[in-house]
C-alpha cells in the first residue's frame, strides 16, 4: 500500500477561518492517523487576489495551532514552468486546445443558452482547431473534456458521485494573460507531490470531476476524494464576521486555546461515542475520515468557551502559561515581578473561561493596586473595618517569610477570626479589598501568598489609610 500523503492548500486571498482549520485538521489527522506526511501548499496562482500578508497568517496560524506540516510551504507561483511545460506537452498532442473565441461570442452564446433554458457551457467552437489564427493573437487553452462516459468517484464523506462528461465543458487551463487556472494547477501539484487523499471543503465537489478527467488525460494515478461540509453560524446562516470572531488568529487574540480550539473544531462534524474532549494523541488515534459527517455544521461559541475552560483547568499549568504570557505582553502586564505564571494558572484557572479574562484579572498579582472597587467597599468597608484590618496585619506580621504559605496564612486568619468572633467573611473579605482592591478574587490565603508577604502587609496599611482614615 502506498503511504498516505495529504496536504492542506489554501489560497491566500485572505486570513484562516475556522472552517478552513477544521479542514486543515482532518487532513493533518488524517495524515498523522496513518503515520503519513502532511503538505502545506499555497495556491497564490490568483495574482490579484493573493497577498503577502494573508500568506503570513495562514503560516502564522497553522502553526499556533500546531498543525506542523512535514513538506512545503510549497507556493503555485513558482511552479508556473512546470504548469506550462505541460500545458504546451498537451497542447502539441492535442489533449488541450487553443480557443481564440473572443469575450464577446462567449458572453452571446451564454444568453443565447440562457435563453433557451440551457445550463451556460462552452460549446467546442475552437476545438477543430480551424479557422485562420496564428498563436500570436490573443487566446486562452483549453483541455479537451471527453465527449462520452462518465465520470465516478467515491468521496469519503459523501459517499458516491456521478456525472456524465455531457455535463462538463471544456476547461479552461490556461488564460489569456499566460496564467495557469487552479483546476489544471491544482491537478499538476497532487500529482508531482504524490498527494494520495484530497481532503478539502465541499465548496470543490463540482471541480473534482473536471480535475479527475484532466488526471486521467495526464496519465496519473486518481487520489481519493473527501469534500468537508461547510461551518455555519448558530443562526443557520453562512459564518461571518456578524458572528463574532471567524479568524484563527483572532480566537488566540480572545484568549482561547489551540488545543481547546482544535478540540471544538473535530467535535464539529465528527465524533467517537459520546465522548467531547480529546487529547490531539486521541483524535489521530480515533479519527477516521469516513465518519465526518456530510451536514453542515454550526459554530457554538459557547460550547467552545466551555472547552476553552475544560482546559484551562487540565492542561499542565506550564502549558497555559506559555499561551498566557502573549495575553499578559498583549495587556501590557509586567509579570517579571510576582508571582509565576503557572502559579498564577493554578489559582485563575477555575474562574477563567479565557487567557484574556485571566491576565485581565491577574493584574493585582503584579501591580500596586490604588484603586478599590466602590460596589465592594460600600459592602464591607464599616465601621469596625478599621480594627479587623490592624489585627489582621498584626497577625500576618507574625508569619514568618517562609512561612508565607496559603495554608499558613489560613491557619492565621482562621484563628484571629475565632478570637475576634466573627465570620471568615468578616476577615476575608475587608483583606481581599485590601490586597486586591474588588470584591473577587481566588481564596484570601492563595491570592496572598501569591501576592508576596511583604506586599501584601504593605496594601492592608495602604488601604487602611485610604479607605478608613479615621
Ligand atoms: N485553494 C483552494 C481553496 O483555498 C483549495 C483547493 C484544494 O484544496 O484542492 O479553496
Same mark, same amino acid.
Given at each position: 500500500?502506498?503511504?498516505?500523503?495529504?496536504? =492542506?492548500?489554501?489560497?491566500?486571498?485572505?486570513?484562516?477561518?475556522?472552517? +478552513?482549520?477544521?479542514?486543515?485538521?482532518?487532513?493533518?489527522?488524517?495524515?498523522?492517523?496513518?503515520?503519513?506526511?502532511?503538505?502545506?501548499?499555497?495556491?497564490?496562482?490568483?495574482?490579484?487576489?493573493?497577498?503577502?500578508?494573508?500568506?503570513?497568517?495562514?503560516?502564522?496560524?497553522?502553526?499556533?495551532?500546531?498543525?506542523? &506540516?512535514?513538506?512545503?510551504?510549497?507556493?503555485?507561483?513558482?511552479?508556473?514552468?512546470?504548469?506550462?511545460?505541460?500545458?504546451?506537452?498537451?497542447?502539441?498532442?492535442?489533449?488541450?486546445?487553443?480557443?481564440?473565441?473572443?469575450?464577446?461570442?462567449?458572453?452571446?452564446?451564454?444568453?443565447?443558452?440562457?435563453?433557451?433554458?440551457?445550463?451556460?457551457?462552452?460549446?467546442?467552437?475552437?476545438?477543430?482547431?480551424?479557422?485562420?489564427?496564428?498563436?500570436?493573437?490573443?487566446?486562452?487553452?483549453?483541455?479537451?473534456?471527453?465527449?462520452?462516459?462518465?465520470?465516478?468517484?467515491?468521496?469519503?464523506?459523501? /459517499?458516491?458521485?456521478?456525472? !456524465?462528461?455531457?455535463?462538463?465543458?471544456?476547461?479552461?487551463?490556461?488564460?489569456?494573460?499566460?496564467?495557469?487556472?487552479?483546476?489544471?494547477?491544482?491537478?499538476?501539484?497532487?500529482?508531482?507531490?504524490?498527494?494520495?487523499?484530497?481532503?478539502?471543503?465541499?465548496?470543490?465537489?463540482?471541480?473534482?470531476?473536471?480535475?479527475?478527467?484532466?488526471?486521467?488525460?495526464?496519465? !496519473?494515478?486518481?487520489?481519493?476524494?473527501?469534500?468537508?461540509?461547510?461551518?455555519?453560524?448558530?443562526? +443557520?446562516?453562512?459564518?461571518?464576521?456578524?458572528?463574532?470572531?471567524?479568524?484563527?488568529?483572532?480566537?488566540?487574540?480572545?484568549?482561547?486555546?489551540?488545543?481547546?480550539?482544535?478540540?471544538?473544531?473535530?467535535?464539529?462534524? &465528527?465524533?467517537?461515542?459520546?465522548?467531547?474532549? =480529546?487529547?490531539?494523541?486521541?483524535?489521530?488515534?480515533? =479519527?477516521?475520515?469516513?465518519?465526518?459527517?456530510?451536514?453542515?455544521?454550526?459554530?457554538?461559541?459557547?460550547?467552545?468557551? @466551555?472547552?476553552?475552560?475544560?482546559?484551562?483547568?487540565?492542561?499542565?499549568? #506550564?502549558?497555559?502559561? !506559555?499561551?498566557?504570557? &502573549?495575553?499578559?505582553?498583549?495587556?501590557?502586564?509586567? =509579570?517579571?515581578?510576582?508571582?509565576?505564571?503557572?502559579?498564577?494558572?493554578?489559582?485563575?484557572?477555575?474562574?477563567?473561561?479565557?487567557?484574556?479574562?485571566? !491576565?485581565?484579572?491577574?493584574?493585582?498579582?503584579?501591580?500596586?493596586?490604588?484603586?478599590?472597587?466602590?460596589?465592594?467597599?460600600?459592602? &464591607?468597608?464599616?465601621?469596625?473595618?478599621?480594627?479587623?484590618?490592624?489585627?489582621?496585619?498584626?497577625?500576618?506580621?507574625?508569619?514568618?517569610?517562609?512561612? @508565607?504559605?496559603?495554608?499558613?496564612?489560613?491557619?492565621?486568619? #482562621?484563628?484571629?477570626? +475565632?478570637?475576634?468572633?466573627? +465570620?471568615? /467573611?468578616?476577615?476575608?473579605?475587608?483583606?481581599?479589598?485590601?490586597?486586591?482592591?474588588?470584591?473577587?478574587?481566588?481564596?484570601?490565603?492563595?491570592?496572598?501568598?501569591?501576592?508576596?508577604?511583604?506586599?501584601?502587609?504593605?496594601?492592608?496599611?495602604?488601604?487602611?489609610?485610604?479607605?478608613?482614615?479615621?
Amino acid at each position: 500500500m502506498t503511504a498516505v500523503k495529504t496536504r =492542506f492548500a489554501p489560497s491566500p486571498t485572505g486570513f484562516l477561518h475556522v472552517g +478552513g482549520a477544521r479542514t486543515a485538521l482532518y487532513s493533518w489527522l488524517y495524515a498523522r492517523h496513518h503515520h503519513g506526511t502532511f503538505v502545506l501548499r499555497i495556491e497564490d496562482t490568483d495574482l490579484e487576489r493573493s497577498t503577502q500578508p494573508a500568506i503570513d497568517a495562514i503560516i502564522e496560524s497553522m502553526q499556533w495551532l500546531g498543525l506542523t &506540516w512535514d513538506e512545503g510551504p510549497y507556493y503555485q507561483t513558482k511552479r508556473f514552468d512546470r504548469y506550462n511545460e505541460l500545458i504546451d506537452q498537451m497542447l502539441a498532442d492535442g489533449r488541450a486546445y487553443r480557443c481564440y473565441c473572443t469575450p464577446e461570442r462567449l458572453e452571446k452564446l451564454r444568453q443565447e443558452q440562457m435563453a433557451r433554458g440551457e445550463k451556460p457551457r462552452y460549446d467546442g467552437h475552437c476545438r477543430c482547431g480551424c479557422g485562420d489564427h496564428s498563436p500570436d493573437e490573443p487566446h486562452c487553452v483549453r483541455f479537451r473534456n471527453p465527449d462520452e462516459g462518465t465520470v465516478h468517484f467515491h468521496d469519503h464523506i459523501r /459517499g458516491d458521485v456521478e456525472i !456524465a462528461n455531457s455535463e462538463l465543458d471544456d476547461l479552461v487551463i490556461r488564460r489569456t494573460d499566460g496564467s495557469p487556472t487552479y483546476n489544471f494547477c491544482v491537478v499538476v501539484d497532487d500529482m508531482d507531490m504524490g498527494i494520495t487523499h484530497v481532503i478539502r471543503g465541499e465548496d470543490h465537489v463540482n471541480n473534482t470531476p473536471r480535475q479527475i478527467n484532466i488526471y486521467k488525460a495526464l496519465g !496519473a494515478s486518481v487520489p481519493e476524494f473527501a469534500h468537508v461540509s461547510m461551518i455555519l453560524g448558530d443562526d +443557520g446562516a453562512k459564518l461571518s464576521k456578524r458572528h463574532g470572531a471567524v479568524s484563527v488568529m483572532q480566537y488566540r487574540d480572545d484568549g482561547f486555546l489551540p488545543e481547546a480550539l482544535l478540540n471544538y473544531l473535530v467535535r464539529l462534524g &465528527w465524533g467517537s461515542g459520546d465522548r467531547e474532549i =480529546f487529547s490531539l494523541e486521541d483524535m489521530i488515534s480515533l =479519527f477516521d475520515i469516513s465518519h465526518v459527517s456530510k451536514s453542515a455544521s454550526a459554530f457554538d461559541t459557547g460550547k467552545l468557551r @466551555w472547552m476553552n475552560r475544560q482546559y484551562i483547568m487540565s492542561l499542565p499549568p #506550564e502549558k497555559v502559561a !506559555a499561551h498566557l504570557e &502573549w495575553h499578559m505582553r498583549d495587556q501590557g502586564i509586567d =509579570f517579571s515581578r510576582g508571582p509565576a505564571l503557572p502559579d498564577l494558572v493554578r489559582a485563575l484557572a477555575e474562574r477563567s473561561e479565557t487567557l484574556k479574562d485571566m !491576565a485581565a484579572q491577574s493584574r493585582y498579582f503584579y501591580e500596586d493596586v490604588t484603586e478599590y472597587d466602590p460596589a465592594a467597599v460600600k459592602k &464591607w468597608i464599616k465601621a469596625g473595618t478599621g480594627e479587623v484590618l490592624d489585627r489582621a496585619a498584626a497577625t500576618l506580621a507574625q508569619v514568618a517569610p517562609e512561612d @508565607w504559605k496559603a495554608p499558613a496564612l489560613h491557619h492565621a486568619l #482562621e484563628a484571629l477570626a +475565632g478570637e475576634m468572633g466573627i +465570620g471568615m /467573611g468578616k476577615v476575608g473579605m475587608p483583606l481581599r479589598i485590601a490586597v486586591t482592591g474588588r470584591g473577587v478574587s481566588p481564596g484570601i490565603d492563595v491570592t496572598m501568598e501569591l501576592v508576596g508577604r511583604e506586599r501584601t502587609l504593605e496594601r492592608i496599611a495602604r488601604a487602611r489609610k485610604e479607605l478608613l482614615p479615621l
